[in-house]
């Protein structure tokens, strides 16, 4: 029986003794020539050569890209994106497990939960120009996709996955360590920051269906000691503000205030 057309076996490449690693992936489209020129561009940025150029040709599909030219056989990026969303999980897992062996189980899931958060991974993607190298539709384009967060996580995420099926998992380790290296040296440094903008983060989305906003106020004082004012916003309103030395701190104390009146609100809803 034959497979529906929108499933693919995105499987590891076999060994080169046994198959070229390009025949494992025959159903996806082949670089034109161009494209291959910028992918090696990529390719020395990231620090990885792929086997497979179609799997990296993928990664850097977006869905936009695609639905605007539907005859080019091109697959989008977000299968890749799911799988590299796992791997990354379990390679910042197994690296916090090792390096914290005195925390705790929901200490090391705030640490992991700030690490692959959309912030920091757009951030990655921005550090290494991805955003340049998207195949994106013209409407995307224009409207700035290159440059918003949430398409730049996604395609590092499925940049991941795609290093994983073509070099296996040590390879997207090597990747994933080296890109998070700084990150990865101050996640014990912001754990409180962790702790308290994840939480109010969960917290809202869980109540409101939405997002907080962290905005700077005020900045007073000399410039070596100014102090940051910082509301949070929520749904339209101000939740809470919070001072500190740094934004980092303010924000921090505007997140973990927030949590203490949103008890308060749910606790009074109850009554």
């Known amino acids: 029986m034959d497979e529906p057309d929108d499933i693919q076996r995105d499987v590891p490449a076999l060994p080169a ?78 690296h916090l497990f090792r390096f914290f062996p005195e925390r705790r189980e929901g200490e090391l899931s705030l640490m992991r939960s700030w690490l692959v958060s959309e912030s920091n991974l757009s951030e990655l993607a921005q550090e290494m120009d991805i955003g340049y190298y998207l ?17 730049l996580a996604d395609a590092f995420e499925a940049l991941v996955g795609a290093i994983y099926l073509d070099g296996g998992f040590a390879a997207a380790n090597t990747f994933v360590l080296a890109a998070f290296a700084v990150k990865l040296r101050t996640v014990d440094e912001d754990k409180a920051q962790i ?43 101000v939740l809470a ?8 701190e303010a924000e921090m104390n505007a997140a973990r205030t927030a949590l203490v009146l949103l008890a308060q609100e749910h606790k009074r809803d109850l009554i």
């Open 17 to 94: 003794d046994e198959a070229g690693a390009e025949d494992a992936y025959a159903y996806l489209a082949e670089p034109c020539e161009s494209c291959l020129e910028r992918m090696a561009l990529l390719e020395r940025r990231i620090g990885y050569a792929f086997r497979s150029k179609r799997l990296l040709f993928k990664a850097l599909t977006h869905s936009s890209y695609m639905n605007e030219n539907p005859r080019s056989g091109m697959r989008h990026n977000e299968r890749l994106e799911f799988l590299g969303d796992a791997v990354l999980g379990v390679i910042l897992a197994e």
């Open 135 to 151: 195949l994106l539709g013209c409407g995307e384009d224009a409207s700035g996709g290159r440059g918003r967060a949430a398409l």
């Open 195 to 237: 702790n308290y903008k994840n939480a109010l983060q969960q917290e809202a989305y869980d109540r409101f269906g939405d997002q907080p906003q962290y905005v700077v106020v005020a900045v007073s004082g000399p410039e070596h000691t100014k102090q940051f004012s910082v509301e949070v916003r929520l749904a339209g309103r």
């Open 241 to 248: 503000a919070g001072d500190g030395a740094s934004k980092k």
